[in-house]
């Protein structure tokens, strides 16, 4: 089964960027579609971006306009480009890959904590 890990998290103070990288054990065309999650403590999980293999995008409202998901499928990475932060971003972000409505995977998490 294919494994995905992100990396790019870290402290950043309000306004400032980071970037999220998600790399696949393997071929991240496996997955119909993969998107990025997060969960800020005692929230749910929520979903911030998604991309389909066809590179369609979705994106929660709240990150419109300040977020970016893209792949690299020669790299066998997505990623999620985050300006603009703000201390409400902050939260452990997943990655997660679908290969089939009921057979998913996720990531283990970064965390992604912004200042004020």
């Known amino acids: 089964q294919v494994q995905l890990v992100e990396s790019g998290g870290g402290l950043v103070q309000a306004g400032g960027s980071l970037k999220l990288s998600c790399a696949a054990s393997?071929?991240?065309?496996?997955?119909?579609?993969m998107g990025w999650y997060r969960q800020a403590p005692g929230k749910q999980r929520e979903l911030v971006a998604a991309?389909?293999?066809?590179?369609?995008?979705n994106y929660a409202e709240s990150v419109k306009g300040r977020f970016t998901i893209s792949r690299d499928n020669a790299k066998n990475t997505v990623y999620l480009q985050m300006n603009s932060l703000k201390p409400e971003d902050t939260a452990v972000y997943y990655c997660k890959g679908d290969i089939s409505l009921t057979l998913v995977t996720w990531g283990q998490g970064t965390l992604v904590t912004v200042s004020s």
């Open positions: 991309i389909t293999r066809g590179r369609m995008t």
């Open positions: 393997g071929d991240i065309l496996t997955f119909n579609a």
